[in-house]
C-alpha cells in the first residue's frame, strides 16, 4: 500500500504523487479514504526510474502501469547501446520465470518457455487446442561444455498428414542405460514411418578414445483405436566398435520413443536425425 503525498484535482480525477507502487498491498485510496477515481494517474520515483500508474477500475489495486525507464522496448525500431553489438544493455524478455508470449491476429505464434529439465525452448504454433502444430527450438548444454540446438516439429492434428524432420538431437550419455532422444505422442488411428540416422563417438573415459557407432533404421508405428505398437523395425545399416552400443524404439502408450544405448565408464557423443511421416483417419 502507497501514501499520496501529493495531488492536483483535474475535473473528476487526480494527478497524484505516491511514494510506493499503489496496488501493492490493500492498494491506495484518497489521503480522506475515499477511493481514487477512474482515469487519475499516479506518477512513482522508483530508484531513479520514473513509473506511471494509471487508475483502471474501481478497486483499490486497480491500477496499472507504464515504465518510463529509457531502456523501453518501444513498437517501432529500437537503438540499441552496449559495449559490443552481441552484449546489449536493452534485453526483450521477461526477468522472472514466465514463459514470453508473441501474438498475432490475437493467436500465438511465438513462446519463450522452458521444458521439463528447465532448458529454454521456442516454440512457434501455438498451444490453443485448435493449434496443436509447433516447432520448437531448444538450447541445451552437454557436460563437456559442447553446446547445440535441437529442433522439433509436433504432429499436426487439423489435417490427415504430418511430415517432420528433426535435424539433430545431440546427447551424451556416460552408463549402460537407454537414453531416450526422442518422443512422438501417436495420435489414435495413425500410421507413422520413423527414418532413423545416428552417428556416435566415445570422448572420454575407459576403453579406447575415438571408438564409433553407425546406424540407419526405420520403425513402422500404427495405432488402430488407442493401441500403439511398432509394426516392423529395418536395419539399413549397424556398425560399431562395441556391441553393446545400441540404437532402439518403443512405445510406452500413447508415446513412440527413439533410445540410445550406451556403456558404462564410457563417455559417448550421440548424434541423431530423425524424419517422421504420419498419416490419419
Known amino acids: 500500500m502507497a501514501t499520496i503525498t ?3 484535482t483535474i475535473g473528476d480525477v ?7 507502487d499503489p496496488a501493492a498491498g490493500a492498494g491506495t485510496d484518497l489521503p480522506n479514504g475515499d477511493p481514487v477515481p477512474i482515469g487519475s494517474t499516479a506518477f512513482i520515483n522508483n530508484g531513479g526510474i520514473g513509473v506511471l500508474y494509471m487508475k483502471t477500475g474501481a478497486g483499490a489495486t486497480a491500477w496499472s502501469t507504464f515504465d518510463m525507464s529509457p531502456n523501453d522496448w518501444a513498437l517501432t525500431l529500437n537503438l540499441l547501446t552496449g559495449a559490443t553489438y552481441d552484449a546489449p544493455v536493452q534485453r526483450f524478455g521477461s ?3 514466465f514463459d514470453v508470449i508473441m501474438r498475432r491476429n490475437d493467436l500465438e505464434a511465438v513462446r519463450l518457455t522452458k521444458n521439463s529439465g528447465g532448458n529454454p525452448v521456442m516454440e512457434f504454433g501455438g498451444f490453443l487446442a485448435s493449434l496443436t502444430n509447433k516447432l520448437g527450438f531448444e538450447h541445451f548444454n552437454l557436460a563437456n561444455g559442447r553446446q547445440f540446438i535441437e529442433t522439433s516439429l509436433a504432429y499436426n492434428t487439423l489435417s490427415k498428414t504430418a511430415l517432420c524432420e528433426i535435424p539433430h538431437v545431440f546427447v551424451q550419455t556416460t552408463a549402460a542405460g537407454a537414453t531416450t532422444v526422442f518422443t512422438q505422442a501417436i495420435p489414435n488411428n495413425s500410421a507413422w514411418r520413423f527414418d532413423v ?4 563417438r566415445q570422448s572420454a573415459g575407459s576403453g579406447t578414445i575415438g571408438e564409433l557407432g553407425a546406424w540407419m533404421k526405420n520403425f513402422i508405428v500404427r495405432a488402430i ?8 523395425t529395418n536395419s539399413m ?3 560399431t566398435d562395441q556391441n553393446s552400443w545400441n540404437v532402439t524404439g518403443n512405445v510406452a502408450a500413447p508415446n513412440f520413443n527413439v533410445q540410445v544405448t550406451g556403456q558404462a565408464s564410457k563417455t559417448i557423443d550421440w548424434n541423431v536425425k530423425i524424419q517422421a511421416m504420419a498419416i490419419t483417419g
Open 6 to 8: 501529493s495531488l492536483i
Open 14 to 20: 487526480y494527478l497524484v504523487v505516491a511514494d510506493g
Open 95 to 97: 526477468s522472472n520465470d
Open 197 to 200: 540416422s545416428v552417428i556416435a
Open 225 to 232: 483405436g488407442a493401441t500403439v505398437v511398432i509394426r516392423q
Open 237 to 239: 545399416q549397424t556398425m
